[in-house]
């Protein structure tokens, strides 16, 4: 089905041995899926529908949201998750910060970008939340990470949305960057001066100008 070939995710078996039920075993994919597969890899109970709710209350599978679903077993990476939970999508802003070691906290949410309206779930896998921002240069600086098959915003464009989502409005951003997130100021000198000069007129942006303008004096 076309959601297990999803930024390239990896193919693997999760197999579930259901209690009660002759002790059959149901293989399903480690990656997320969705009702239908589910439905088809139950076809031999009386009551898949039944069964389904069984598995969540078992917490044999996971329900991520209405229709998609993950094993209990299943490994697959949360940002991967959250590209997937509501797409098109990528993991930005201080989610993405603290995966490129740009600040010193740990951030429990995931935070990602989108284009289409705001959005939140939360489920066993985690805390999910989605800002949207309209832009024809909304897709610069995203990297695949090949690893475990999720879309991120580099540093440069991470710095760039949460400027845009937060509506910061400080004049002198680095000593903002400083302060409010903790960036070190060696790791704002070497953001990408063009993604700053791109996002900063295709997000309209008077405070991501402001930012290349400051880094490029560093």
């Avoid at 540093?155 to 760039?160: D, E, F, G, T």
Wanted: charged share 25%; with cysteine.
């Amino acid at each position: 089905m076309e959601i297990f070939h999803l930024y390239g995710c990896k193919y693997e078996i999760c197999c579930i041995l259901c209690k009660g039920d002759s002790k059959m075993k149901v293989e399903l994919p480690a990656i997320p899926f969705d009702r239908l597969y589910l439905m088809d890899r139950l076809k031999n109970y009386k009551d898949p529908c039944d069964k389904v709710v069984r598995m969540v209350e078992k917490s044999e599978i996971y329900k991520l949201k209405k229709g998609l679903y993950v094993s209990s077993k299943s490994t697959t990476h949360s940002f991967s998750i959250a590209n997937l939970l509501y797409a098109p999508s990528y993991v930005s802003m201080e989610t993405a910060l603290a995966y490129w070691g740009m600040i010193p906290e740990r951030v429990n949410n995931i935070f990602s970008i989108t284009n289409k309206r705001k959005k939140e779930y939360h489920n066993k896998k985690g805390h999910f939340f989605y800002n949207s921002i309209l832009s024809d240069s909304l897709y610069l600086g995203i990297v695949y990470e090949d690893r475990h098959s999720f879309l991120i915003a580099n540093p440069s464009k991470a710095v760039c949305d949460y400027l845009k989502v937060k509506k910061i409005k400080f004049k002198d951003v680095v000593s903002f960057l400083e302060a409010d997130l903790r960036i070190d100021l060696d790791a704002i000198a070497d953001l990408d001066l063009k993604t700053l000069q791109v996002l900063g007129v295709g997000y309209k942006s008077p405070v991501i100008r402001n930012l290349y303008n400051q880094v490029k004096k560093l």
